[in-house]
Nanobody
């Protein structure tokens, strides 16, 4: 089992930036994907950004491409989400996720919440206009 703890959420005006952090602990050697999902009130979980930990390949949802950057620090077992040019529609609870199963070959599979067994408690991001 992998434990995930997020930090870095907060309130910001549109156009601003935030950086989320997620520290992983437990059986982290088995993790092959780390990522971020978000959930707005009344909405389903939406995959935002995912990184394949073995090769470092990064994947982004179209809605955040060019504005968000996911990165990892293997020495610290930490994954980051740098969010720039934030918009009010980015307002949501952001969750760090980890997968320790098989390889995901489809782009959309990487943004399917059902494939991630480990979830953090979430950190709130609020963007005001």
């Amino acid at each position: 089992q992998v434990q995930l703890v997020e930090s870095g959420g907060g309130s910001v005006q549109a156009g601003g930036s935030l950086r989320l952090s997620c520290v992983a602990s437990g059986y982290t050697s088995s993790v092959n994907y780390l990522g971020w999902f978000r959930q707005a009130p009344g909405q389903e979980h939406e995959g935002v950004a995912v990184i394949y930990t073995s090769g470092g390949t990064k994947y982004y949802a179209d809605s955040v491409k060019g504005r968000f950057t996911i990165s990892q620090d293997n020495a610290k077992n930490t994954v980051y989400l740098q969010m720039n040019s934030l918009k009010p529609e980015d307002t949501a609870m952001y969750y760090c996720v980890a997968r320790d199963g098989g390889r995901l070959y489809g782009h959309q599979d990487k943004f399917n919440s059902a494939y991630y067994r480990s979830w953090g408690q979430g950190t709130q991001v609020t963007v005001s206009s």
